[in-house]
Nanobody, 130 residues
Framework: EVQLVESGGGLVQAGGSLRLSCAAS????????IGWFRQAPGKEREGISC????????YYADSVKGRFTISSDNAKNTVYLQMNSLKPEDTAVYYC???????????????????????WGQGTQVTVSS
């Protein structure tokens, strides 16, 4: 059974940091691209970052570039999202998702594929106070 379990969310002041974790099980981790999405109330789900478990290549949306860092520990089947310089507009439920690595797609293009994936975590709330 495929499982993605997020953790690490919470309440933080603007300018602070949080590290989210996404623990994966039930599939061959190295064959997948893992991504982070977020959804704020009344807004569409936004793909913000992803990483290829096979080669470590990454993608960041402009909204988080330079502030967030995605990384992968393949030995632990876990992907992390280090979030620094947090802003109130980063407040959202954060989800991780997974999709198989497709050689014809760039790492960034896998974000689009993940919207159609069946593999999603349950989400973790991040709240940034001003």
């Amino acid at each position: 059974e495929v499982q993605l379990v997020e953790s690490g969310g919470g309440l933080v002041q603007a300018g602070g940091s949080l590290r989210l974790s996404c623990a994966a099980s039930g599939f061959t981790f190295d064959d997948y691209v893992i991504g982070w999405f977020r959804q704020a109330p009344g807004k569409e789900r936004e793909g913000i970052s992803c990483i290829s478990s096979s080669d470590g290549s990454t993608y960041y949306a402009d909204s988080v570039k330079g502030r967030f860092t995605i990384s992968s520990d393949n030995a632990k089947n876990t992907v992390y999202l280090q979030m620094n310089s947090l802003k109130p507009e980063d407040t959202a439920v954060y989800y991780c998702a997974a999709t198989t690595q497709e050689g014809r797609l760039s790492t960034a293009q896998h974000i689009g594929a993940m919207y159609l994936s069946d593999y999603w975590g349950q989400g973790t709330q991040v709240t940034v106070s001003s």
